[in-house]
């Protein structure tokens, strides 16, 4: 006759023992519990139910002060709270984000570390022949966290005050108005370059490590303008220490309404903006690339934080990581697309 193996589940051997076992084998009820509580707590957990452990490294491959610094800060204390563990951002700029993409796609795939990436990403494909990665194959895809447009400023001692003036200023004085970027093959570059092709004007580019070191020179007056996101300019347009002219999207700004967009301003074409994703190395298991996925994505829906970044001009996005991977593929056709035409090369200024 075959004999019921008593259930070494939590749940049911309690509610086994609490029954038959404790009325009818007294002693022998109890070293089945102690037995199978043993079992239970000797049992390999998940990786999901194991991650994390420890601390969480997010390597932001962009100097502090700028854009997506400005966002890792931003949802850094809530995004560590649904982790459990505390969240430790790394800057490591250079390199149009080579550096620290590199840097994550040589680490670990444990989860432990993980990388906050730009728009950048999808370009350096189209820009350098021999990138130390492949941007998609060397990544697992874990969420596209936020976009936002670009808004065309410029230092307040530039006399224009539209586009349009801008555009006369540049035809007549060639080559006399820099604009700043994060660094080649960067949202802000592209913009800049797209701009001189629509325009048809010359002005010259000057790239930095990062959003934030072109903003500080954009600022002290070094250069003279820049296309850059609403998360590092919005404070300097509104206490006046920049002006904004006009807003590289289809619709204006919710945090910037008097200012028009480029085709309100007379050159339809130039849309364009910079999206934020999340990403890991490749092997990182799946279990572990979903908790990923889950904690940034229900944080940035928190509508303390949705009601923060709405107000810096700012769209949540927190897509799914095979969303993720479908827009990474796209994106990087366009702009290979856009960098053959504006003939952009790697060390072009």
Not at 55 to 84: H, M, Y
Not at 124 to 133: C, D, E, T, V, W
């Given at each position: 006759?075959?004999?019921?193996q008593?259930?070494?589940?939590?749940?049911?051997?309690?509610?086994?023992?609490?029954?038959?076992?404790?009325?009818?084998?007294?002693?022998?009820?109890?070293?089945?519990?102690?037995?199978?509580?043993?079992?239970?707590?000797?049992?390999?957990?998940?990786?999901?139910?194991?991650?994390?452990?420890?601390?969480?490294?997010?390597?932001?491959?962009?100097?502090?002060?700028?854009?997506?610094?400005?966002?890792?800060?931003?949802?850094?204390?809530?995004?560590?709270?649904?982790?459990?563990?505390?969240?430790?951002?790394?800057?490591?700029?250079?390199?149009?984000?080579?550096?620290g993409?590199?840097?994550?796609?040589?680490?670990?795939?444990?989860?432990?570390?993980?990388?906050?990436?730009?728009?950048?990403?999808?370009?350096?494909?189209?820009?350098?022949?021999?990138?130390?990665?492949?941007?998609?194959?060397?990544?697992?895809?874990?969420?596209?966290?936020?976009?936002?447009?670009?808004?065309?400023?410029?230092?307040?001692?530039?006399?224009?005050?539209?586009?349009?003036?801008?555009?006369?200023l540049?035809?007549?004085?060639?080559?006399?108005?820099?604009?700043?970027?994060?660094?080649?093959?960067?949202?802000?570059?592209?913009?800049?370059?797209l701009?001189?092709?629509?325009?048809?004007?010359?002005?010259?580019?000057?790239?930095?490590k990062?959003?934030?070191?072109?903003?500080?020179d954009?600022?002290?007056?070094?250069?003279?303008?820049?296309?850059?996101?609403?998360?590092?300019?919005?404070?300097?347009?509104?206490?006046?220490?920049?002006?904004?002219?006009?807003?590289?999207?289809?619709?204006?700004?919710?945090?910037?309404?008097?200012?028009?967009?480029?085709?309100?301003?007379?050159?339809?074409?130039?849309e364009?903006?910079?999206?934020?994703?999340?990403?890991?190395?490749?092997?990182?298991?799946?279990?572990?690339?979903?908790?990923?996925?889950?904690?940034?994505?229900?944080?940035?829906?928190?509508?303390?934080?949705?009601?923060?970044?709405?107000?810096?001009?700012?769209?949540?996005?927190?897509?799914?990581?095979?969303?993720?991977?479908?827009?990474?593929?796209?994106?990087i056709?366009?702009?290979?697309?856009?960098?053959k035409?504006?003939?952009?090369?790697?060390?072009?200024?």
């Amino acid at each position: 006759m075959l004999q019921t193996q008593p259930s070494c589940h939590p749940e049911e051997q309690n509610v086994q023992f609490r029954g038959r076992y404790a009325d009818r084998f007294g002693i022998a009820a109890v070293a089945v519990a102690l037995l199978c509580a043993a079992v239970t707590a000797s049992a390999p957990r998940s990786l999901a139910a194991a991650f994390p452990e420890k601390p969480i490294r997010l390597i932001v491959a962009f100097a502090p002060g700028g854009s997506a610094d400005n966002l890792a800060r931003t949802i850094q204390p809530l995004w560590s709270e649904a982790l459990g563990f505390p969240l430790v951002i790394d800057n490591r700029p250079g390199a149009s984000s080579i550096i620290g993409t590199e840097m994550t796609a040589k680490a670990p795939a444990d989860g432990y570390t993980i990388l906050l990436i730009t728009t950048t990403h999808s370009v350096n494909p189209s820009l350098i022949r021999k990138l130390p990665y492949d941007s998609v194959r060397d990544f697992a895809m874990i969420s596209l966290a936020v976009s936002q447009p670009n808004i065309l400023s410029v230092h307040p001692s530039v006399p224009p005050r539209t586009v349009k003036e801008l555009v006369e200023l540049a035809r007549a004085k060639p080559n006399t108005l820099n604009f700043a970027s994060g660094g080649n093959g960067s949202s802000p570059h592209l913009s800049g370059e797209l701009f001189k092709i629509i325009a048809g004007i010359t002005i010259t580019h000057i790239p930095y490590k990062g959003s934030g070191p072109g903003v500080t020179d954009l600022l002290a007056g070094h250069v003279q303008m820049m296309f850059a996101g609403p998360l590092v300019l919005e404070p300097h347009i509104k206490s006046g220490r920049v002006r904004a002219l006009a807003v590289a999207d289809l619709r204006r700004s919710s945090v910037l309404p008097n200012v028009p967009t480029m085709t309100e301003a007379g050159f339809p074409g130039v849309e364009t903006g910079t999206w934020y994703g999340i990403l890991a190395p490749a092997a990182t298991p799946p279990e572990i690339v979903r908790t990923l996925n889950e904690s940034p994505v229900r944080v940035l829906r928190a509508p303390e934080i949705e009601s923060r970044l709405s107000k810096q001009g700012v769209d949540i996005v927190a897509s799914s990581s095979q969303e993720f991977r479908r827009f990474m593929g796209d994106e990087i056709a366009k702009w290979a697309s856009v960098v053959k035409q504006a003939g952009i090369r790697a060390d072009s200024q």
